[in-house]
């Protein structure tokens, strides 16, 4: 059973083009999480989705950044025109039921660099 | 919003001791707690979690304590080993359940 799928793993990106992170949950999980984690610094919540539905983006920044999960295909989480300080590691993560009473499994996370 | 606190940031320990890493959050409604061992260049595995209806568990060299009252969990780690060696996170829910809200981390060095 494949644990949860992200891609890419390293992304660099110049400032101001776009960025399309992928996320894959484990079988049988119908519940993404996406965080973002800076360098010694522990994990934010950015936004939470379940098929086609975004449950809580409380933490999504307000311009810029937004996310989808389709009923086929991975979840994405989309950053336009990016700047130096979205430069993070973004981790995914999936559950079997809704929100965080469930053991939540991360996926390896992706680099991204804006150079 | 929810706030949890980790301490301490930094812990080095002879291979053999024991580890101790401790959490407090604020939201007296949160009831699963759980833990996340993260080497470098990964990301975060559950290591163990801990629910409200018990005040401890156990799996092997670790161990998960949790005081509802005073709102406080901890990890043990006990006949640490180098390849325990990672940066260890707390968890907590956020009030309304949608999400966690992570301790910032502690780095563990067992020397060998």
């Known amino acids: 059973n494949a644990g949860v799928m992200q891609n890419p793993r390293h992304l660099v990106r110049r400032r101001g083009q776009e960025a399309r992170l992928r996320c894959s949950p484990m079988?049988?999980?119908?519940?993404v999480y996406w965080y973002r984690q800076l360098p010694e610094e522990g994990l934010k919540f950015m936004v939470y989705l379940q098929k086609e539905n975004i449950i809580d983006e409380s933490g999504m920044p307000k311009e810029r950044f937004s996310a989808e999960f389709p009923k086929e295909g991975p979840s994405i989480l989309r950053i336009q025109q990016v700047v130096r300080g979205d430069s993070a590691a973004y981790f995914c993560?999936?559950?079997?039921?809704?929100?965080?009473?469930?053991?939540?499994?991360f996926g390896p996370g992706t680099r991204l660099t804006v150079t | 919003g929810e706030n949890v606190e980790q301490h301490p940031s930094t812990l080095s320990v002879q291979e053999g001791d024991s580890a101790v890493i401790k959490c407090t959050y604020s939201d007296s409604a949160s009831n699963y707690f759980p833990w996340y061992k993260q080497e470098l260049g990964k990301g975060p595995q559950l290591i163990i979690d801990i629910r409200s209806n018990v005040g401890e568990k156990k799996d092997q060299r670790i161990a998960v304590t949790l005081n509802k009252t005073a709102k406080h969990f901890s990890l043990h780690i006990t006949e640490t080993q180098p390849e325990d060696s990672a940066v260890y996170f707390c968890?907590?829910?956020?009030?309304?359940?949608?999400?966690?809200?992570f301790g910032a981390g502690t780095r563990l060095t067992v020397k060998p």
């Open positions: 993560a999936s559950s079997v039921r809704q929100g965080a009473l469930d053991e939540q499994y």
């Open positions: 968890a907590a829910p956020k009030w309304g359940n949608n999400d966690m809200r």
């Open positions: 079988k049988g999980h119908s519940h």
